[in-house]
C-alpha cells in the first residue's frame, strides 16, 4: 500500500476518505433517482467495506513483516557481536 507524505498509508489520508464519501454520495443519488433500486446501493457499500478491510489487512501484513525483518536483523547482529567476543 503506498504511504502519503507524512508517512500514513494512503487508506487513512483525509482525501481518501472525502473521495470515498463523495462516491457513495453519488452513487446513492444514481441509486434513488435515476436507478431507483436502493439494492444496487447496498453492493456499493458492501463493496467499500470489503475493499476498507482488505486495505488494512494489507497494511497490517506489511507491518508484520516490517517488524519481523527488523527482529531477525536485530537477532544476526547480536549472534554477530557473540561470535566477536569468544
Known amino acids: 500500500m503506498s504511504m502519503t507524505s507524512d508517512g500514513a498509508p494512503l487508506h487513512r489520508s483525509a482525501g481518501a476518505k472525502v473521495a470515498v464519501a463523495v462516491f457513495l454520495a453519488l452513487t446513492l443519488v444514481y441509486a434513488l433517482f435515476i436507478a431507483q433500486q436502493i439494492l444496487a446501493w447496498v453492493f456499493l457499500v458492501v463493496i467499500a467495506v470489503v475493499l476498507w478491510y482488505a486495505a488494512r489487512l494489507v497494511v497490517a501484513m506489511e507491518e508484520i513483516a516490517t517488524q519481523l525483518g527488523r527482529l531477525a536483523d536485530e ?12
Open 75 to 86: 537477532r544476526a547482529d547480536s549472534r554477530d557481536r557473540g561470535d566477536e567476543s569468544s
